[in-house]
Nanobody, 127 residues
Framework: QVELVESGGGSVQAGDSLRLSCATV????????MVWFRQAPGAPEEERAF???????????YFADSVKGRFVISRDNSKNTVALQMNSLQPGDTAVYFC?????????????????WGRGTLVTVSS
C-alpha cells in the first residue's frame, strides 16, 4: 500500500506563494488520480474540501472555483511526486492541506473516493 507524505506548508502573508509537495513511501503514484483537499483548522473531517486534482497521465486538471487561476497542480510520475503551487494566497486559504490518491473512475472531488491519504501539512495565511 502506497503511503503519502506532504511537505511545504508554512506561514505566509496574503499575496505570497507556497509550493506543496506530496511524495510516496513504499509505492508509486502512476496508477492513481491525485487530489489535494483542505480542511480548515478546527473543522471536522466531514468538511474536508476539494482543492485540485490531476489525472494519472497528467493530461487533465481540475480545480475548485475558489482557487481557479491561483493554484496549479502538477505531477512527476518518474519521481512519484505531486505538487500544488499556490499563488496569491488569501487568509481564506488557511487550512491543513491533504494529498490523496484514488482510482480515476471515482468522483475526484469526493473525499470518500480516495483510497490513500497523507497526514497533511498546515498552511497559514495572515492578512
Amino acid at each position: 500500500q502506497v503511503e503519502l507524505v506532504e511537505s511545504g506548508g508554512g506561514s505566509v502573508q496574503a499575496g505570497d506563494s507556497l509550493r506543496l509537495s506530496c511524495a510516496t513511501v513504499g509505492g508509486t503514484l502512476g496508477g492513481y488520480l491525485m487530489v489535494w483537499f483542505r480542511q480548515a483548522p478546527g473543522a471536522p473531517e466531514e468538511e474536508r474540501a476539494f482543492v485540485a486534482a490531476i489525472t494519472k497521465s497528467g493530461d487533465r486538471e481540475y480545480f475548485a472555483d475558489s482557487v481557479k487561476g491561483r493554484f496549479v497542480i502538477s505531477r512527476d510520475n518518474s519521481k512519484n511526486t505531486v505538487a500544488l503551487q499556490m499563488n496569491s494566497l488569501q487568509p481564506g486559504d488557511t487550512a491543513v492541506y491533504f494529498c490523496a490518491a484514488g482510482p480515476s473512475w471515482r468522483p475526484y472531488s469526493d473525499p470518500q473516493s480516495m483510497d490513500v491519504w497523507g497526514r497533511g501539512t498546515l498552511v497559514t495565511v495572515s492578512s
